[in-house]
Nanobody, 129 residues
Framework: QVQLVESGGGLVQAGGSLRVSCAASGLAFRRYVMGWFRQVPGKERDFVAAINWRGNNTFYADSVKGRFTISRGSAKNTVFLQMNSLKPDDTAVYYC??????????????????????WGKGTLVTVSV
C-alpha cells in the first residue's frame, strides 16, 4: 500500500523559515518524480516544486524560486521542502505527490492537472504578518 505522509507544517512569521517533509512508502522510488503542491481553500491546487528520484534535477514555480528548496533524503524515500523568506501569500495546505508517468520534474510542473498517481493528505502552513 502506497502512503505519502506530510509533516512539519505550522505557524511562522513572515520572513521566517519552515521545512516540511514527505515520507513515502510502498513505492518503487526509481520510477517516481516527487513534488510539492499547495492549495488555499476555494482555489485550485498549485504546483510548487518537483524533484527526480536521484535528486539531481529540480523544477520550481516562479513564485517560490530562490526562496524554496526541494531535496530528497539519502534513502530517497523522503522529500523535503525548505521554505525561507516566507510570505503571508505562502499560507496554504501543502501536499506531496508522486507520479511515474512524468519524465522530469518540469513535466510534473506542467502536467500535474492531468492527475498524479499518489497524493498525501497535506500539512497546513500558516504565515502570519
Amino acid at each position: 500500500q502506497v502512503q505519502l505522509v506530510e509533516s512539519g507544517g505550522g505557524l511562522v512569521q513572515a520572513g521566517g523559515s519552515l521545512r516540511v517533509s514527505c515520507a513515502a512508502s510502498g513505492l518503487a522510488f526509481r520510477r517516481y518524480v516527487m513534488g510539492w503542491f499547495r492549495q488555499v481553500p476555494g482555489k485550485e491546487r498549485d504546483f510548487v516544486a518537483a524533484i527526480n528520484w536521484r535528486g539531481n534535477n529540480t523544477f520550481y514555480a516562479d513564485s517560490v524560486k530562490g526562496r524554496f528548496t526541494i531535496s530528497r533524503g539519502s534513502a530517497k524515500n523522503t522529500v523535503f521542502l525548505q521554505m525561507n523568506s516566507l510570505k503571508p501569500d505562502d499560507t496554504a495546505v501543502y501536499y506531496c505527490a508522486a507520479d511515474s508517468r512524468v519524465p522530469t520534474p518540469r513535466a510534473m510542473g506542467t502536467l500535474f492537472k492531468y492527475g498524479m498517481d499518489y497524493w498525501g493528505k497535506g500539512t497546513l502552513v500558516t504565515v502570519s504578518v
